[in-house]
């Protein structure tokens, strides 16, 4: 049975920085595909950071771009989205989601990787909390 589990959540002021954690079972990183997607109360789901766990490719929103690092270390078996300069926009619900490589559908394009629609059928965490106090 497949479990992504996000940890790393909390809340910290405009300018620090966070460092969220996706722990997978039943799951390896090797290969496929990760997002980390971020929901605020009354706004769309929207995808900030991705990447092909197999060639290390990495994908970034424009509105995180510079500021959060998507990374993964497969001998633990998790993705980590580093999060420095935060902002008073960038709090939220922050998911994880994945694809494994043999998966049907599997990894989207780079093109729509970072559409939420194109991981309807993937594997999600259950989301970890980001506050930014100014």
């Known amino acids: 049975q497949v479990q992504l589990v996000e940890s790393g959540g909390g809340s910290v002021q405009a300018g620090g920085s966070l460092r969220l954690s996706c722990a997978a079972s039943g799951y390896t990183y090797s290969s496929g595909c990760m997002c980390w997607f971020r929901q605020a109360p009354g706004k769309e789901r929207e995808g900030v950071a991705a990447?092909?766990?197999?060639?290390?490719?990495?994908y970034y929103a424009d509105s995180v771009k510079g500021r959060f690092t998507i990374s993964q270390d497969n001998a633990k078996n998790t993705v980590y989205l580093q999060m420095n300069s935060l902002k008073p926009e960038d709090p939220a619900m922050y998911y994880c989601?994945?694809?494994?490589?043999?998966?049907?559908?599997?990894?989207?394009?780079?093109?729509?990787?970072?559409?939420?629609?194109?991981?309807?059928?993937?594997?999600w965490g259950q989301g970890t909390q980001v506050t930014v106090s100014s």
């Open positions: 989601a994945g694809y494994r490589d043999y998966d049907s559908p599997h990894c989207p394009s780079p093109g729509r990787i970072l559409y939420p629609r194109s991981w309807t059928f993937g594997y």
């Open positions: 990447m092909y766990t197999g060639s290390g490719s990495t």
